[in-house]
């Protein structure tokens, strides 16, 4: 049995979405009576909203995966690796989600002015799923692991607005000349066996919520 927290964060969604597809037994609650666990995934609890952390913590869960925020330092860490057997650590870059505070604008055939020239690696909520998955029914190869987590590519908000609009089919800005970056494996490639997904099919995935 696999505990997932907070089914409507994107990511649990794609991870449970998974392990049905596998035929994996899951519970999204906490249970009312004691229930075996095997592993559990969790997202840092919104404070608002009822978490499962403190029944994975308290119930001897074997394995826990954690995905912390994007923001660190995480508190919850020290409680996970201190308390949990054995743990999982996720460190997603920012998601390629962001993109999706531009789908006001490019609904109306215009394109968003980048604000900032830093490059980041966006990471697409799939990939961060599969390895959860991965994380979750191969505890022993992925036991007491930290992963940093990042997409393929380190793009500026040019670019990223750039693919936008190939992707939907709008005015394409220039592209600015700059020499060409090398971009290393990924901790997602090395993990799952395949590269990361690029920004381009995050934009290709989500063209429907973008337009």
């Known amino acids: 049995m696999y505990l997932v927290t907070d089914p409507h964060h994107p990511v649990s ?12 037994p899951t519970l999204t609650t906490c249970p009312t009576h004691p229930t075996p666990i095997t592993a559990a995934f969790l997202t840092c609890p919104d404070p608002h909203t009822p978490t499962t952390l403190p029944y994975a913590l308290t119930h001897h869960t074997p394995h ?7 923001t660190p330092p995480d508190p919850l860490e020290d409680l996970i690796t ?12 920012p998601p390629a989600s962001h993109a999706l505070r531009w789908a006001p604008l490019l609904r109306t055939g215009h394109l968003p002015t980048p604000r900032t020239h830093r490059p980041c690696p966006l990471v697409h909520e799939a990939d961060l799923a599969d390895v959860a998955v991965a994380a979750l029914t191969e505890p022993r190869r992925h036991t007491h692991r930290t ?3 990042t997409g393929p590519h380190h793009l ?8 936008l609009a190939q992707v939907l089919d709008l005015p ?3 592209r600015p000349h700059r020499a060409p970056a090398h971009e290393p494996i990924t901790t997602i490639e ?3 066996g395949r590269p990361a997904r ?3 099919q995050w934009a290709a995935d989500h063209a429907a919520d973008l337009r």
């Open 13 to 24: 969604h794609l991870v449970l979405h998974t392990l049905h597809t596998r035929r994996q």
């Open 64 to 70: 826990i995966v954690y995905l912390a925020t994007t």
């Open 82 to 93: 201190r308390l949990t057997p054995t743990w999982t650590l996720l460190h997603p870059a």
């Open 147 to 149: 992963y940093d987590l």
């Open 156 to 163: 500026t908000e040019a670019d990223q607005i750039r693919i």
């Open 172 to 174: 394409t800005p220039p």
């Open 190 to 192: 090395r993990v799952l």
């Open 198 to 200: 690029s920004f381009r």
